[in-house]
T-cell receptor
Framework: QKEVEQNSGPLSVPEGAIASLNCTYS??????FFWYRQYSGKSPELIMF????GDKEDGRFTAQLNKASQYVSLLIRDSQPSDSATYLC???????????FGQGTTLQVKP | DAGVIQSPRHEVTEMGQEVTLRCKPI?????LFWYRQTMMRGLELLIY????????DSGMPEDRFSAKMPNASFSTLKIQPSEPRDSAVYFC???????????FGDGTRLSIL
């Protein structure tokens, strides 16, 4: 079992819709969770991070964390074509400083 | 504010040659990370430093790879000798340590012929 799993997609949504990206992780001791956006040929860019159970909202983005289910998600409201990218879920296991990345989900927002 | 700075942006070299990738972390950040990204394996952590000291190098593929951080503002990743399977994008990232978010440089696209 991979440590951090994401559906590779592509996930296709129409412009203006809500995009829901999901991630599961295997280490129950994980304490911090990150979502990065990566455009083709570019570097990963931090979108959101969350440490506690529940929801965290920032503009059109909401990160949701459920530690009991070992599940973290990213919701993008009012999706725009410029949101089309690969979204990487990353988990900080235990008390280490390192991140374990999922394979990423490709999102396509169609005008 | 300057972000993480990597050089070179692109490197093309022949198999067997030594390759040196460079990274300058964000000023004030005390942790530095080297990653490799390929289509097959995704984004993998190679090694990370905390306060210039290597903490975890379990991701370094083999002895051909080495990394150093001689001071808080500079790190190198060296491959000697290079092989075609080392072709990938290599990213450097830094953070304030612990659970703080990591910020990535633009990467070095390495091609070994």
């Amino acid at each position: 079992q991979k440590e951090v799993e994401q559906n590779s997609g592509p996930l296709s949504v129409p412009e203006g819709a809500i995009a829901s990206l999901n991630c599961t992780y295997s280490d129950r001791g994980s304490q911090s969770f990150f979502w990065y956006r990566q455009y083709s040929g570019k570097s990963p860019e931090l979108i959101m991070f969350i440490y506690s159970n529940g929801d965290k909202e920032d503009g059109r983005f909401t990160a949701q964390l459920n530690k009991a289910s070992q599940y973290v998600s990213l919701l993008i409201r009012d999706s725009q074509p410029s949101d089309s990218a690969t979204y990487l879920c990353a988990v900080n296991p235990g008390n280490t400083g390192k991140l374990i990345f999922g394979q990423g989900t490709t999102l396509q927002v169609k005008p | 504010d300057a972000g993480v700075i990597q050089s070179p942006r692109h490197e093309v070299t022949e198999m067997g040659q030594e390759v040196t990738l460079r990274c300058k972390p964000i000023s004030g950040h005390n942790s530095l990370f080297w990653y490799r990204q390929t289509m097959m394996r995704g984004l993998e952590l190679l090694i990370y430093f905390n306060n210039n000291v290597p903490i975890d190098d379990s991701g370094m593929p083999e002895d051909r790879f080495s990394a150093k951080m001689p001071n808080a503002s500079f790190s190198t990743l060296k491959i000697q000798p290079s092989e075609p399977r080392d072709s990938a994008v290599y990213f450097c990232a830094s953070n304030l340590g612990g659970h703080q978010p990591q910020h990535f440089g633009d990467g070095t696209r390495l091609s070994i012929l």
